[in-house]
């Protein structure tokens, strides 16, 4: 089967695009229409970019937001009702300080310090519409637990549209595959670096991966996460990566693999900080 690479920088480092069976200089068009549109869409959900949609709805805290932005702050809202407020992406004032104390060890990093310095929940997030307002001086909306899953897919879906039968895109560790051809995906080991604690084999689906072990301080238990309970690494296969991205930080945030029972059809592997691995919805079957 011939393969058509194409890489550039998104997320932070870099998105690849990877088309089969077709003609280079085609797949070479197609592969860069996606990537603008995930250039469109990063300019919306972009926490740390000061022009992006997201950012301009933090600072004037009242306004008309785009459909891409009501869909995912949807999203959102139903997996903070379903985590009993675990899941909350109003804050981003917290998630800020953490990700300072990651980069500045000394300073204090405790969920005391976090929690007195955001009150907010996602109850203070109106939405009439298409009309947002942040009701709490500490409501900063970070939706970096959701957004990248969510462009991945769109970027994906240009790639449908535009006449490619089979290929992937990779954000940096969420995958959407479409088409036939199964891939060989690991998943790598959340104590041993560059080793790999299993792989699946799948075929049009999505894959996203949570976990502790990319970005922290000191140890584990001070990661990027906030809110992070008893799991070190948690995996998703699912037929949509917005929600699988979601579901995996959902989980995550709250252990509760009993909201597994709303989504079935989501492939789920769990491993605890003892290393304790646990399969859900079926998961075994695509080791």
Known sequence: ??????????????????????????????????????LRLSSIFNFYDEKSELSTLNKNRKMRVSDEL???LDIAKEFYILTDGKYDVSLGKAIMQRK???KEPAQKTGEETLQEDARCSFK???????NVTLNHKDVLID????AKGFIVEKMA???????????LVDGRGDIRIFGDATQNIGIQHPRKKDELIASINVADC?????????QYVGSFEHS????????????????????ADALATALFVSNNVEILERYKNAKVMTIDKDMNIQYYNGFEEVL
């Open 206 to 214: 999505a894959i996203a991966t949570s976990g502790d072990y990319n």
């Open 100 to 102: 300072k104390g990651l």
């Open 1 to 38: 089967m011939d393969e058509f690479v194409f890489k550039k920088p998104l997320f932070g480092k870099d998105v690849e695009i990877v088309i089969y069976d077709m003609d280079d200089e085609l797949a070479q068009e197609v592969a860069y229409k996606s990537y603008v549109e995930g």
């Open 124 to 130: 203070n997030i109106i939405m009439e519409g298409n």
């Open 70 to 72: 009501i869909a995912l």
């Open 157 to 167: 879906k240009v790639l449908e549209d535009e006449g490619v039968v089979c290929g």
């Open 224 to 243: 990027h996460i906030i809110n992070s309970m008893d799991f070190s690494s948690i995996t998703v296969v699912a037929p949509d990566l917005t929600i």
């Open 143 to 146: 939706l970096g637990s959701i």
